[in-house]
């Protein structure tokens, strides 16, 4: 059963360009949580989703940060015009079931995005 | 944040024992976990706690104590590769209502011979 998958493993982008990154849970699991962190920081949840739907987007900027979990393909988390600011590892998880009580996250291998 | 407090960064001996403390505003607590963190890796789940007490898993164990908000990891018979971060995460429910881990910064734990 292979684990969580994420993709590309590292991107670099200049200011201004558009960064998609894609995330593919395990197997038989339907809830995708994104992450980020940055430089001696926390992981700070950003949106949690299931197939086709955004469950809780609260930790997710307003304003050039978009995800979505068709009912075919990975999760994307999307970012335009990105910034030096945008520049962090951006880790996915999932689960089973909703995370909360005993239901463990797995984790991706991140993506580590990097804006010149 | 929800006011996660663990130290940044702690030194031990390979062979010795460790204990990794975390604090938390209470308010809302459904559960915390314990994730362990190589360097450029993803976190690995360690250990979930949501009554109080000790769990003990092998060389890792994990206490909590809700009503004071705290709970340690610890670390027995310290080896080399347990050299990572520590990440501690409490379960709350976020502004959209749903209950989703909320992680501190994590401890970085460097084991030296």
């Known amino acids: 059963n292979a684990g969580v998958m994420q993709n590309p493993r590292h991107l670099v982008r200049r200011r201004g360009q558009e960064a998609r990154l894609r995330c593919s849970p395990m197997?038989?699991?339907?809830?995708v949580y994104w992450y980020r962190q940055l430089p001696e920081e926390g992981l700070k949840f950003m949106v949690y989703?299931?197939?086709?739907?955004?469950?809780?987007e609260s930790g997710m900027p307003k304003e050039r940060f978009s995800a979505e979990f068709p009912k075919e393909g990975p999760s994307i988390l999307r970012i335009q015009q990105v910034v030096r600011g945008d520049s962090a590892a951006y880790f996915c998880?999932?689960?089973?079931?909703?995370?909360?009580?005993?239901?463990?996250?797995?984790f991706g291998p991140g993506t580590r995005l990097l804006v010149l | 944040g929800q006011n996660i407090d663990q130290p940044t960064e702690m030194t031990a001996t390979e062979g010795a024992i460790v204990q990794i403390n975390c604090t938390y505003q209470?308010?809302?607590?459904?559960?915390l976990f314990w994730y362990q963190q190589h360097a450029g890796e993803a976190p690995t789940f360690l250990s979930y706690?949501?009554?109080?007490g000790l769990e003990e898993k092998g060389r890792f164990s994990s206490f909590l104590s809700r009503s004071k908000g705290y709970s340690y990891l610890l670390l027995k018979e310290l080896q080399m590769k347990d050299s990572a971060s520590y990440l501690c995460?409490?379960?709350?429910?976020?502004?959209?209502?749903?209950?989703?881990?909320?992680f501190g910064r994590g401890t970085s734990l460097i084991v030296h011979p």
């Open positions: 998880a999932s689960s089973p079931r909703q995370a909360g009580g005993q239901e463990t996250q797995y």
């Open positions: 197997k038989g699991h339907s809830h």
């Open positions: 989703l299931q197939k086709e739907n955004i469950i809780d």
């Open positions: 209470t308010s809302g607590f459904n559960g």
């Open positions: 706690n949501v009554l109080d």
């Open positions: 995460a409490v379960n709350w429910p976020l502004r959209g209502g749903s209950y989703i881990p909320t």
